[in-house]
Antibody, heavy 116, light 112 residues
Framework: EVQLVESGGGLVQPGGSLRLSCGAS????????MSWVRQAPGKGLEWVAH????????YYVDSVKGRFTIFRDNAKNSLYLQMNTLRVEDTAVYYC?????????WGQGTLVTVSS | DVVMTQSPLSLPVTLGQPASISCRSS???????????LHWFQQRPGQSPRRLIY???NRDSGVPDRFSGSGSGTDFTLKISRVEAEDVGLYYC?????????FGQGTRLEIK
């Protein structure tokens, strides 16, 4: 059974930092593009960051460039999102997403709340 | 950025009746390899999104055949041939031909 399990969300003050983790199982993690997609409360989906199977490239939406870093550890079947200088508008459920040629996997999401 | 525009944003449907959602992109989603770089997702209430259709017209594994995708270039459609109660939720189109990958605003399907 395929599983993506996110962790690391929580309440943080504006300007603070959090690191999200995503543990993968049930598929060949090191052959999948991996992404973080977020959903603000009551809002639609927004792609945040994306990285290829070997982690050699990293793509970010403009609103998080310079503040967020996506990285992966294929030996641990894990994906991460380091989030610094957090803003109120970063409040959202963050989903870990895996992209294969013919399949697509989503985690259950982890809630990040940025508030004073 | 490629802008994805869905319509309608709210779709009340009677059980057993068909439903159709439109998605328009601000530029062509046809890749140089001939495929169309658009996916459709369903998000049931309280659940994570789930992909239904990949590359515009291919059903993902386990997706009922009442769901179908069509279109090319900049205009796409998701059709449900006969709506069932479990189809309630939000539907999103998404392009991945250009970074940042972008989603439509979402269409909320509800039962009349």
């Amino acid at each position: 059974e395929v599983q993506l399990v996110e962790s690391g969300g929580g309440l943080v003050q504006p300007g603070g930092s959090l690191r999200l983790s995503c543990g993968a199982s049930g598929f060949t993690f090191n052959t999948y593009w991996m992404s973080w997609v977020r959903q603000a409360p009551g809002k639609g989906l927004e792609w945040v960051a994306h990285t290829p199977p070997d982690g050699s490239e990293k793509y970010y939406v403009d609103s998080v460039k310079g503040r967020f870093t996506i990285f992966r550890d294929n030996a641990k079947n894990s994906l991460y999102l380091q989030m610094n200088t957090l803003r109120v508008e970063d409040t959202a459920v963050y989903y870990c997403v895996g992209w294969g040629v013919f399949d697509n996997y989503w985690g259950q999401g982890t809630l990040v709340t940025v508030s004073s | 950025d490629v802008v994805m525009t869905q319509s309608p944003l709210s779709l009340p449907v009677t059980l057993g009746q068909p439903a159709s959602i439109s998605c328009r992109s601000s530029q062509s989603l046809v890749h140089s390899d001939g495929s169309t770089w658009l996916h459709w997702f369903q998000q049931r209430p309280g659940q994570s999104p789930r992909r239904l259709i990949y590359t515009a017209s291919n059903r993902d594994s386990g997706v009922p055949d009442r769901f179908s995708g069509s279109g090319s270039g900049t205009d796409f459609t998701l059709k449900i041939s006969r709506v069932e109660a479990e189809d309630v939720g939000l539907y999103y189109c998404m392009q991945f031909i250009q970074w940042p990958h972008t989603f439509g605003q979402g269409t909320r399907l509800e039962i009349k």
